[in-house]
């Protein structure tokens, strides 16, 4: 299977990706090389998927596939070798440095693993950064709302030192909903957290997509929070290989085993 699109597809967009729904992300024949020569190494090998508005997907894949590249290519934070990465309409190709940051600020939020909070800052600071990045005057009622929502509206005036790993993280979520983006990137967002947390930031980010009409995009290696997307794609030696479509009950144990076996298979 690796190295090889599944049946049905453009390496990697399937017919689900064709339908009429608005792509709020959309890759066509992205490739990566770094390196040139004899020392090239290609991270992605003309990848096409699209990410559908209001959908929740979940990306694996060996250790080296790709995905980490996937994510940065189609968050605009990396610039493809070839082909062309659309976020909200926009193509990102010709977009200069400062309009790259600008769409990004404006119409992408990021979770990182490892919360990247501002240690300075309490929760409520860190969850209007965005707003003032942006040149917004933060309401502070929007941004109560907003903590309120992530499970912490009595922990607000706490800094980043005085809050668990879990309720970092929420305050991550928080953060990259703020600014209703077109898209909320999620690099392994619950691989420093207990299961407990995971499954409540899971919950959360599962949440935004169902009730608030977000659209996730999540790097994951662990079945079990895969299990909580509407998909999962597998990646293997740059090209995406594999595609599952959850039952609709998040935390599915039979879909979660589903996942495991088909990573498995790709890691054999």
Known sequence: MCGRPPAGSLDGMTMTTGTRRAEAVLLREVRRTYGTGDAAVTALAGVSVGFRSGSFTAVMGPSGSGKST?????????????????????????????????????????????????????????????????????????????????????????RPSELSGGQQQRVAIARALVTRPAVVFADEPTGALDLRSSRHVLGLLRAAVHEQGQTVVMVTHDPLAAAYADRVLFLADGHLVDELTGPGTPGDAGFAAEVAARMARLEA
Request: glycine share 12%; aromatic share 4%.
């Open 70 to 158: 996937l994510l940065h290519c189609a968050a605009g934070l990396d610039r493809p070798t070839a082909g062309t990465v659309t976020i909200g309409g926009t193509d990102l190709g010709g977009l200069s440095e400062h309009r790259l940051t600008t769409l990004r600020r404006d119409l992408v939020g990021f979770v990182f693993q490892e919360f990247n909070l501002v240690s300075a800052l309490t929760a409520a600071q860190n969850v209007a950064l965005p707003l003032r990045l942006a040149g917004r005057r933060p309401d502070p009622a929007d941004v109560a709302a907003a903590v309120a929502s992530v499970g912490l509206a009595q922990r607000g005036a706490h």
